[in-house]
């Protein structure tokens, strides 16, 4: 059972890094970005065709790949979501909607139907693993990725805490005309946040390729395992993004130990009975559902 | 010698034309303190000046510089702040979160969170508080502090009394006569006629968007600047 528990709590890692960015997206920005799942398998198939095509290898492929998502986080901030931000809360769902189905077709065309995976060019470390006490044995990609994750996440928590940048971005996501008046760049803040969520979507495509196979069409249920962990730690939050994921992957496991099938059914019941309590405790209201749930007012 | 002037200034709501074509000007270090019932256009007008909302006609303009155009971020940049109505603060930020913020803008000048724990020592013991934890005072210090903190050359204070108790209205003020001795630039909207004239060089009477009355501070009577409040100097101008 340990075994179970420990293998599910690295998954959850993996939940957890390919969820920072919607969260983070969501909490900053007030944007649930639909085509998060699509722009991770970008990622991987820029880390791909850098690696195959001329031999980068794809850790060192990620350090032109991150800039790079930086850069597309910002151009897609600043000429296609805060266009339609305008247009009201629906309209970026709509935008990014859109946004997914092209990249899915422009990646077909592309790159054709066949599967990938990074997995041939980082050597051993896709199966090597290590051995714990107790004779379980732990994938040292799963480990790497559960680190990362925490990182990541550390990070992220303290950027917005600590730096100027970071009280900037929090400022402009609770009230964006009165962070103006006291000298915030409310666009520039936005644009930088983008390029942030961008980059922790470029290394979750990265890990999404090295752990297991993409096609260009796999946007779509990496972006229905990031929301379930998004909305099982309570959007917005970061640590609880990590939870969230954590929890979705124990879900899982145990579903898939139940029955063999029951894998992701599992997941998505974890998913329905949190979202039915936090309904139930916000009155049914879909308020509730988005919003943080202790939010003070003045 | 002025140095903010406001010209033919035109700001809508919509169709609601909220400040309908005002001119004014004010002095550098100079006091000016606006009156005027609710709805005269007051905030509309501090908000304008501030970048908040952009003029359908008209021009702002600060030691010769156009600011017509410029967003609210840079305005902070080049020495205007705002204190906003209702205070406005990061309710899910800390006190000392919410001063820094103020720095964003980068200006040179010698306010800190320390200079400005020190002007308001209430605010001291809640440092790291939630401001959404605050009392009025501590968070109508706050906001100014966090004005302060972008070292302004001109400070818009807009209602900072409202909703506070007399006690804590005489600390504010007594924490704004230093600024002002200072030097610092201050246009104030106050619903306290006495307070108002006690505290400003000038003071302007604002009338459904208009200017009703201009005048000096010390000479003007209160029966006067009552008269414009309530638009009684119109009719005083027709023959009886």
């Not at chain 2, 959404?132 to 502090?145: F, K, P, R, V």
Request: charged letters at 15%.
């Amino acid at each position: 059972m340990s075994n179970q528990i420990i293998q599910g709590v690295l998954l959850g890692g993996y939940y957890a890094l390919i969820a920072c960015g919607l969260s983070f997206m969501f909490s900053v920005m007030r944007i649930i970005n639909l085509a998060h799942g699509s722009l991770a398998v970008l990622s991987a198939y820029a880390l791909w065709w850098l690696a195959s095509r001329f031999h980068i290898p794809p850790f060192a492929g990620l350090l032109i790949v991150l800039p790079l998502m930086a850069a597309i986080g910002w151009a897609l901030q600043r000429f296609l979501l805060e266009r339609s931000a305008r247009g009201g809360a629906l309209l970026p769902i709509l935008t990014t909607f859109g946004l997914a189905i092209v990249i899915d077709n422009m990646l077909f065309e592309q790159f054709g139907a066949d599967t990938r995976s990074l997995a041939p060019f980082i050597g051993s470390l896709s199966y090597d693993s290590w051995e714990w006490p107790g004779s379980i044995y732990v994938g040292k990609l799963a480990v790497i990725i559960f680190l990362i994750a925490v990182a990541l996440l550390g990070g992220l928590q303290l950027f917005l805490s600590r730096t100027g940048l970071g009280r900037a971005i929090r400022a402009t996501s609770e009230d964006p005309d009165t962070s103006g008046l006291v000298g915030v760049d409310a666009r520039r803040a936005n644009a930088v946040a983008a390029a942030i969520a961008m980059v922790t979507v470029g290394l979750a495509g990265a890990f999404l390729g090295m752990r297991a196979t993409f096609d260009p069409y796999a946007g779509a249920p990496q972006l229905l395992f990031a929301f379930e962990a998004a909305v099982i730690g309570g959007a917005g939050s970061l640590w609880g993004t990590l939870i969230g994921g954590i929890v979705l992957a124990l879900a899982q496991t145990l579903g898939a130990q139940v029955h063999p099938q029951g894998f992701l059914i599992g997941g998505h019941a974890a998913f329905l009975i949190v979202l039915f309590v936090r309904l139930s405790m916000s009155g049914f209201s879909l308020r509730g559902l988005l919003h943080r749930p202790s939010r003070s007012a003045s | 010698m002025s140095f903010l002037a406001v010209e033919d200034l035109v700001v809508r709501h919509g169709l609601l034309q909220a400040v309908r074509g005002v001119t004014f000007s004010v002095g550098r270090g100079e006091t000016l303190a606006l009156v005027g019932a609710n709805g005269a256009g007051k905030t509309t007008l501090l908000r304008a000046i501030a970048g908040a909302h952009l003029p359908s006609a008209g021009r702002v303009m600060l030691d010769g510089a156009d600011l017509t155009g410029v967003p609210s971020h840079r305005r902070v940049a080049m020495g205007i702040a705002l204190v906003p109505e209702g205070r406005k603060l990061f309710v899910r930020m800390s006190v000392e979160e919410n001063l820094l913020l103020g720095k964003t803008a980068g200006r040179p000048g010698d306010w800190s969170v320390d200079k400005v724990l020190e002007m308001f020592p209430n605010l001291k013991p809640r440092r790291h508080a939630r401001t959404g934890h605050l009392s009025g005072g501590e968070q109508q210090a706050t906001a100014i502090g966090r004005a302060l903190m972008s070292n302004p050359d001109v400070l818009l204070l807009d209602e900072v009394s409202l909703g506070l108790s007399p006690l804590i209205v005489d600390r504010v003020y007594a924490a704004l006569q230093g600024l002002i001795n200072s030097g610092t630039t201050i246009i104030l909207v106050e619903q306290d006629l006495n307070r108002a004239l006690s505290v400003s060089d000038k003071v302007i009477c604002m009338l459904e968007g208009r200017v009703a009355l201009a005048a000096d501070s010390r000479s003007v009577s209160r029966d006067e600047v009552t008269k414009a409040y309530f638009g009684l100097h119109r009719q005083k101008a027709e023959p009886a």
